[in-house]
């Protein structure tokens, strides 16, 4: 079974910086754009940021530019999200998900649906 398993979130100080995990189960995924999404209660899940299977490609949310840094290790088949200067506002559960289509690479996709694996997420807290 495909599996995607982040870690890496925890509480931090604002200021401060944290870099998740993103671990996938199959080599296939090298193939994929994957991106990091996150989301609070009863807010709709955010785009941060997504990166080409190539690791070419790099885009990121409007909010997170200039501070997180997607990547990703072939070898490892796990991306990274390297997230500096953190603000109380980024407290959110963080999700990374893997997305089939080339558009994805070549485009970038902001939305959830056009993803189609997703990991279990994890808890970044940000204190002021």
């Known amino acids: 079974q495909v599996q995607l398993v982040e870690s890496g979130g925890g509480l931090v100080q604002a200021g401060g910086s944290l870099r998740l995990s993103c671990a996938a189960s199959?080599?296939?995924?090298?193939?994929?754009?994957m991106g990091w999404f996150r989301q609070t209660p009863g807010k709709e899940r955010e785009f941060v940021a997504a990166?080409?299977?190539?690791?070419?490609?790099?885009y990121y949310g409007d909010s997170v530019k200039g501070r997180f840094t997607i990547s990703r290790d072939h070898e490892k088949i796990t991306m990274y999200l390297q997230m500096n200067s953190l603000k109380p506002e980024d407290t959110a559960v963080y999700y990374c998900?893997?997305?089939?289509?080339?558009?994805?690479?070549?485009?970038?996709?902001?939305?959830?649906?056009?993803?189609?694996?997703w990991g279990q997420g994890t808890q970044v807290t940000v204190s002021s």
């Open positions: 998900a893997a997305a089939l289509l080339d558009y994805c690479s070549n485009r970038g996709c902001y939305e959830p649906t056009m993803y189609d694996y």
């Open positions: 199959r080599r296939t995924f090298n193939d994929y754009a």
């Open positions: 990166i080409s299977w190539s690791g070419t490609n790099k």
